[in-house]
């Protein structure tokens, strides 16, 4: 280690966002960079603790006291070379993953704040971009073919290493372009998405061949329209192409091997009284359609998901829910509430019932959160109240939980009387369904969110990664 005393002389300093009044007002990133020399100081506080946890704690096994030393010692280069041995796209993830390697970063037994890998990731790929030594890689090819369905992070994590491998590796994807949920699910507040476009045109330098506008449909299907198995996993998406369909059983007479990285894209419903009333949408409506605006779709009137001037609901205490904040607050709505039916996390690290290591697993403030939102727990929705067809507010309830008699989870008991939240405008985000895959033919194998259910950007990639790993053993 550089300076093994780094963590007892600097303290932990995060970059912090945009100041509300100016970030509101746009979709622009919310986060900030600090200078290089604050950048090299904080990566100074990763000391030498013999036992990493960080390694252990990040599914792509990323190695943060490794780079944090080259960067501390200004070697960047260096940085940038230790990172993406295990990391294809910290651009991504260094802006927007949980870094469960901070959780797990061993300053935090000792009273000390973690170190900011996250940022340091995001600043050392910035810096190599910036540079000019982000170079595309052309692999000598091997002969084989592989297609990869999804090109969503673990689709586009499978098809890099694939294609580093040598493989002739082609993504398909029913949407227009590539990225899956980076693209048309996080907001740009988040992740602009310029990053995704310049990571593409390097993954096309190096020989991946993208073909879009193209849903793979359960072998027994004959168009795009049946709801055969996999297509069933997108019903809740009006917005995948339905122009050409492809089956397995065709991708698998084309190609050595295929890879099925379709995400899940079901969200769960609230099939309470009301649900058919205009203004209940699914999270991903207003996120998706709203990306789409800002990379210059037009919708019209009647398609329209738009938040100006109502008071929003949005239903579901998580980060699918808090983007739905931020979008709703930068579309101008009136107020924002935000239930949920679970208990309030504890605080932080502080509160008694909280020892470590079950304190990451905290009250989550995000940046949405900070810009205004009345937030709520155990709650109830028990109906979707309307005038005219048009949404007008939920009757809701809160409730209490107390242990099953029988064992097992808790139950629902009520708590107080219901009560009516006013609301033009309800926002699902309750989490997605597991998906169910079919069969499938030895030479196919499923990655990310697909073979998992919803999770986190950095564990598609990781999935991506142990799937290219199986499919090159197979061909070999
Ligand atoms: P996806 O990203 O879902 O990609 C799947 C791809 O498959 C898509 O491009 C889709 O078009 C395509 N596809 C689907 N069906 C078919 C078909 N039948 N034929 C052809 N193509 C198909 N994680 C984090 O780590 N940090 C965050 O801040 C974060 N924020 C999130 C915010 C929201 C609103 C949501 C919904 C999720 C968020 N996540 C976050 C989770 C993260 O985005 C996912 O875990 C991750 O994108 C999963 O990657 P994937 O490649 O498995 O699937």
Redesign the pocket.
């Known amino acids: 280690m550089g300076n093994p005393r780094g963590f007892l002389e600097v303290e932990r300093k995060e970059a912090g966002y945009r100041p509300i009044h100016d970030r509101i007002h746009d979709f622009g990133e919310v986060e900030q960079t600090l200078n290089s020399n604050d950048r090299r100081l904080q990566a100074s506080r990763c000391m030498d603790c013999g036992v990493p946890f960080c390694h252990w704690a990040c599914p792509l096994g990323n190695k943060p006291p490794e780079w944090n030393d080259a960067l501390y010692r200004g070697d960047w280069q260096l940085a940038y070379e230790l990172l993406t041995e295990t990391n294809d796209f910290p651009e991504?993830?260094g802006?927007?993953?949980?870094a469960l390697c901070e959780k797990a970063c061993v300053l935090n037994l000792m009273e000390h704040e973690p170190t900011t890998n996250r940022e340091d990731e995001a600043a050392i790929i910035e810096h190599a971009f910036g540079e000019d030594y982000v170079k595309p890689h052309v692999p000598e090819r091997n002969g084989k073919k592989v297609a990869v369905?999804?090109?969503?992070?673990?689709?586009?994590?499978a098809a890099t290493r694939l294609n580093q491998k040598g493989y002739t590796v082609t993504v398909?994807?029913?949407?227009e372009d590539?990225?899956?949920?980076?693209?048309?699910?996080?907001?740009n507040f988040?992740?602009i998405k310029s990053i995704i476009d310049r990571r593409l045109n390097l993954l096309r330098e190096e020989g991946i061949i993208f073909e879009f506008g193209?849903?793979?449909?359960d072998s027994k299907k004959k168009s795009a329209d049946d709801k055969g198995e996999?297509?069933a996993?997108?019903q809740n998406?009006p917005?995948?192409?339905k122009d050409k369909?492809?089956t397995i059983d065709k991708l698998s007479a084309d190609y050595d091997a295929v890879v099925v990285?379709?995400?899940?894209?079901t969200?769960r419903d609230l099939k309470i009284p009301g649900r058919d009333l205009k203004g209940v949408y699914f999270?991903?409506e207003m996120?998706s359609q709203q990306n789409r605006k800002l990379a210059g779709q037009e919708f019209s009137r009647d398609e329209l998901v738009n938040a100006k001037g109502k008071n929003v609901l949005v239903i579901g205490g998580g980060?699918?829910g808090?983007?739905?904040i931020g979008t709703a607050h930068r579309q101008g709505a009136k107020s924002v509430t935000q239930i949920e039916i679970m208990p309030k996390p504890p605080v932080g690290p502080d509160d008694p019932k909280n020892p470590w290591p079950n304190w990451p697993r905290t009250l989550k403030t995000t940046s949405s959160h900070e810009e205004g939102c009345v937030r709520r727990w155990n709650i109830n929705s028990l109906e979707f109240l309307g005038k005219d067809g048009k949404l007008t507010g939920v009757k809701v309830q809160e409730i209490t939980w107390v242990p099953n008699p029988e064992g097992g989870r808790p139950l629902m008991k009520p708590a107080k009387d219901p009560e009516i939240i006013p609301a033009e405008m309800v926002l699902l985000?309750m989490g997605?369904l597991r998906p169910q895959q079919p069969q499938f033919p030895a030479n196919v194998f499923v990655?990310?969110?697909?073979?998992?259910g919803?999770?986190?950007?950095?564990?598609?990639?990781a999935?991506?990664k142990e799937v290219a790993e199986k499919v090159d053993k197979l061909l070999k």
């Open positions: 991504f993830t802006r927007i993953c949980p369905v999804g090109a969503g992070p673990a689709g586009l994590t398909y994807d029913a949407r590539a990225g899956g949920l980076l693209r048309y699910g996080i907001p988040k992740l193209v849903k793979l449909v996999i297509a996993n997108i998406d917005t995948l192409g369909t492809v990285a379709t995400g899940t894209p969200a999270a991903l996120l980060d699918t808090s983007d739905c985000a997605f990655a990310g969110d697909a073979a998992s919803a999770s986190l950007v950095v564990r598609a990639m999935s991506g």
